[in-house]
């Protein structure tokens, strides 16, 4: 039995992994980076709400590295809120208004990421928007994470 299959049986069978996830990529498919093409878990399912980068003075740092920086630390303190971390976090949407300042900024958001995720990469997603409802917003991330019980 492969590690994946292995992984999958002992979710059914309901013992616990290691790792409160499993990430799922196809053999066959070259290593994703950044990001997981699929997470398993078994747990409470925590839904956070589209955070942006302001802080809790609803102040909003220059440039979008830094409100990415600071939308993460809003998801993990919602998800503390249920005793989650970003370890637990399963998947994220992430919504950009510009995707030419994304791909600019693409090393500096990385550093943001793992300074604040770790070396944790979830399923996600990346679209580009006209605008969002805070005019000073760059950036807005849901996340979806599952706490084991």
């Known amino acids: 039995m492969s590690s994946k299959e292995t ?3 002992e979710h059914q069978d309901g013992a616990r992994d290691a790792r409160p996830l499993t990430i799922l990529n196809p053999a066959a498919w070259p290593r994703p980076r950044g990001y997981a093409n ?3 878990g078994r747990g409470r399912t925590v839904f956070v709400g589209g955070q942006i980068g302001w802080d809790e003075e ?3 740092p220059e440039g ?3 409100q990415t920086k600071q939308t993460l630390h809003n998801i993990l303190t919602v998800l503390a809120e249920a005793g989650g971390g970003p370890e637990h976090i399963a998947r994220m949407t992430w919504y950009v208004r510009d995707m030419a300042a994304y791909r600019a900024e693409q090393k500096a958001m990385g550093r943001a990421y ?3 995720m770790g070396s944790h ?3 996600m997603a990346l679209l580009a928007v ?3 409802v805070e005019p000073e917003a760059l950036v807005e991330i849901e996340a979806t994470a599952i706490i084991p019980d």
């Open 121 to 123: 990469y979830p399923a």
């Open 130 to 132: 006209v605008e969002m």
């Open 7 to 9: 992984a999958a049986a």
């Open 58 to 60: 609803g102040r909003f």
């Open 38 to 40: 699929g997470v398993m």
């Open 64 to 66: 979008l590295a830094a």
């Open 114 to 116: 793992r300074e604040v």
